[in-house]
Nanobody, 125 residues
Framework: QVQLVESGGGLVQAGGSLTLSCEPS????????MGWFRQAPGKEREFVAS????????QVADPVKGRFSISKANGESTVFMQMNGLKPEDTGVYYC??????????????????WGQGIQVTVSS
């Protein structure tokens, strides 16, 4: 059973930056695509970014394109999401997730079968 541990969240002013990390632990392989999702208060969980297991393919949601990026070192399990130019509407709980699949990225929530506990990101105006 894999456990996903998120870190790096917190409170930041609008325009600031944060880097989220997701480290899988337990008996796990790193050969899976990974993703980040977020959920704002009163809203549904939404896709933010995804990366395939080699780190060569990434996908970023339109609302954060050009501001957020996802990365991982090839062969490593830890996934990072760099968030620049943060806006108050980026506030929410951010979840790391592991896909059932290796090869490609995905913005489909039901393709992910392991989830972290979530970490709070708050952007003040």
């Amino acid at each position: 059973q894999v456990q996903l541990v998120e870190s790096g969240g917190g409170l930041v002013q609008a325009g600031g930056s944060l880097t989220l990390s997701c480290e899988p632990s337990g008996r796990t392989s790193n050969r899976y695509a990974m993703g980040w999702f977020r959920q704002a208060p009163g809203k549904e969980r939404e896709f933010v970014a995804s990366i395939n297991w080699t780190g060569e393919m990434t996908q970023v949601a339109d609302p954060v394109k050009g501001r957020f990026s996802i990365s991982k070192a090839n062969g490593e399990s830890t996934v990072f999401m760099q968030m620049n130019g943060l806006k108050p509407e980026d506030t929410g709980v951010y979840y790391c997730a592991r896909s059932r699949y290796q090869g490609s990225t995905s913005d489909e929530m039901d393709e992910y079968d392991s989830w972290g506990q979530g970490i709070q990101v708050t952007v003040s105006s």
